[in-house]
């Protein structure tokens, strides 16, 4: 089963009021392992705290994630798959010539994704990701829809 599907495969309308409130509940998505569909849930922990999440009947658990910065939520996202943490292999930063700053470096997203989906198999998880499009709207704007990758993961315990 390839790892992500190349286009989103269902839309969320989310609605905001004008302080910035969801209204309603964050609608369910696909599981990304069996197609089911998975209740949603705000994440509390961690830098994914009040961030997306899913919970498949199968057992999966689904988590948004931006790919770029994937290097800062890693360990987090294997925790809320109730695995144990990790870090990201990553290449330290650099010096910048003397002004003592740190040298920022691309993530690659795609990659520390693979990396954590190595990382969840080596603990014995199954992985996929799915990507939804969302559109958000407020009392006085509708942005453009963009694309929210979900990153999910069953623990071997919980496979069918």
């Known amino acids: 089963m390839p790892d992500l599907k190349?286009?989103?495969t269902e839309a969320l309308h989310l609605l905001f009021d004008e302080q910035g409130q969801r209204v309603g509940d964050m609608p369910?998505?696909?599981?990304?392992l069996c197609g089911a569909l998975a209740r949603a849930r705000t994440l509390a922990s961690g830098m994914l705290h009040g961030d997306a999440g899913w919970d498949c009947p199968c057992g999966a658990r689904g988590v948004?994630?931006?790919?770029?910065?994937?290097?800062?939520?890693?360990?987090?996202?294997?925790?809320?798959?109730?695995?144990?943490?990790?870090?990201?292999?990553?290449?330290?930063?650099?010096?910048?010539?003397?002004s003592g700053l740190l040298f920022t470096s691309h993530v690659d997203g795609h990659g520390?994704?693979?990396?954590?989906?190595?990382?969840?198999?080596?603990?014995?998880?199954?992985?996929?990701?799915?990507?939804?499009?969302?559109?958000?709207?407020?009392?006085?704007?509708?942005?453009?829809?963009?694309?929210?990758?979900?990153l999910w993961a069953r623990p071997f315990s919980q496979r069918n």
């Open 6 to 8: 190349p286009e989103p």
């Open 28 to 32: 369910p998505v696909k599981c990304g």
């Open 64 to 98: 948004r994630v931006e790919l770029v910065d994937l290097d800062e939520v890693y360990p987090d996202v294997l925790e809320a798959w109730g695995l144990k943490p990790a870090d990201p292999a990553l290449a330290p930063p650099e010096p910048v010539g003397e």
């Open 112 to 150: 520390l994704r693979t990396q954590l989906f190595e990382e969840a198999r080596r603990q014995g998880a199954q992985v996929a990701a799915s990507q939804v499009r969302v559109r958000i709207t407020t009392p006085r704007q509708s942005f453009p829809d963009w694309t929210w990758d979900v």
